[in-house]
């Protein structure tokens, strides 16, 4: 397997445009996670899905942000409009089963984004 | 969930053997213990878990007193490609599933 694959890698956009990060999570797993990390603020949880369906999006700074999982292999995050306090790496996760219930999961590469 | 308190940053030199302690006071019972590692410009990757005594695997060795209140990674003859943080979560072992919650984590340097 190709592991968990983030797109792009880096973009770089203007303050108030919409941008759109993508995720392809390990076949098979049902367990997918947003996480954005900062120097500031280090790793944060975002959202996570089970079966496609949102857990917990607790973690979602504001209204500005939304996740989408249509179905078991993709997911998106939005943000709209986008601000420059944004700025950082977003990083999506995926787990299955009894490994996700031992704290197991697996990383993309992560989606550097810069708006200025 | 158990809160972790683990050194902001350590330095170390090629061939060493590094162990980085993490205590984690008020694990329950059942709570296992996870470490993650990663690289600058990369996701954390999931590298050793454990409950008591000790783990090894290819990667690291875990050891865990009996009161289980700390725990240490051991990385036997660092490389410069050790270089990396590593974070120390604690696991609920029931409850459902456990989301990865991580803290600033340990930056280990690794000098020539």
């Known amino acids: 397997d190709a592991g968990v694959i983030q797109s792009p890698r880096h973009e770089v956009t203007e303050m108030g445009q919409e941008v759109t990060l993508r995720c392809k999570p390990i076949?098979?797993?049902?367990?997918l996670f947003w996480y954005r990390q900062t120097m500031m603020r280090g790793l944060e949880l975002l959202i996570y899905f089970n079966n496609n369906v949102p857990i917990d999006d607790s973690g979602m700074p504001e209204d500005r942000f939304s996740a989408k999982m249509p179905n078991a292999s993709f997911s998106t995050l939005k943000i709209q409009p986008s601000e420059p306090r944004d700025s950082a790496v977003y990083f999506c996760?995926?787990?299955?089963?009894?490994?996700?219930?031992?704290?197991?999961?697996?990383f993309g590469q992560g989606t550097r984004l810069t708006v200025v | 969930l158990a809160k972790t308190t683990q050194p902001i940053s350590m330095d170390s030199y090629e061939g060493q053997e590094v162990n980085i302690t993490c205590s984690h006071n008020?694990?329950?019972?059942?709570?296992?213990i996870t470490w993650y590692q990663q690289f600058p410009s990369q996701g954390p990757r999931f590298i050793i878990q454990g409950y008591k005594t000790k783990v090894t695997n290819e990667v690291a060795s875990l050891f865990i007193p009996a009161d289980r209140k700390s725990s240490t990674l051991s990385l036997p003859r660092v490389s410069l490609s050790d270089t990396a943080v590593y974070y120390c979560l604690v696991v609920p072992a029931s409850g459902g599933s456990y989301i990865p919650t991580f803290g600033r984590g340990t930056s280990l340097i690794v000098h020539p």
């Open positions: 076949s098979g797993h049902d367990y």
């Open positions: 008020n694990i329950a019972t059942n709570d296992y």
């Open positions: 996760a995926s787990s299955f089963g009894f490994r996700a219930r031992q704290g197991e999961a697996f």
